[in-house]
């Protein structure tokens, strides 16, 4: 298994920390920009088709939780599951910047910041 590094190019368009996740570490999951396989994602393809880093950068919704696109089905069932709450990681990254968020999810060991 890799280790976790600081890089920017591994925060997925939805806010999630690639550089910690189990599956990108264990090399079974090129992360999120370099997943070509993720084509079903319609997050990561509308953050594409408009040149966004993540949805941070969006002007469109004043919270990511109004948008219909992140705040989806699929997502409420991924947050429930893994008790993610991908909208702290938006949050944060406003907040921080890219580089911190990237800072702070490798400290922290985690590809995502915990429910409450």
């Not at 890799?2 to 890089?7: A, E, F, R, Y």
């Not at 409420?76 to 910047?97: H, L, M, P, T, Y």
Request: charged residues 25%.
């Amino acid at each position: 298994m890799n280790s976790i590094k600081v890089d920017t190019s591994l925060i997925a368009k939805c806010g999630l920390y690639c550089g910690a996740c189990r599956a990108f570490l264990s090399s079974k999951c090129p992360g999120c920009i370099k997943n070509e396989k993720a084509s079903w994602c319609k997050l990561r393809a509308c953050c594409i088709e408009n040149s966004l880093s993540t949805c941070a950068d969006c002007g469109k919704v004043d919270n990511t939780n109004n948008c219909k696109i992140f705040n989806n089905f699929i997502s409420k069932i991924f947050a429930f599951i893994f008790r993610s709450d991908r909208n702290a990681c938006i949050e944060q990254i406003k907040k921080c910047g890219l580089q911190k968020h990237a800072e702070l999810m490798a400290l922290g060991k985690s590809h995502t910041i915990k429910c409450k």
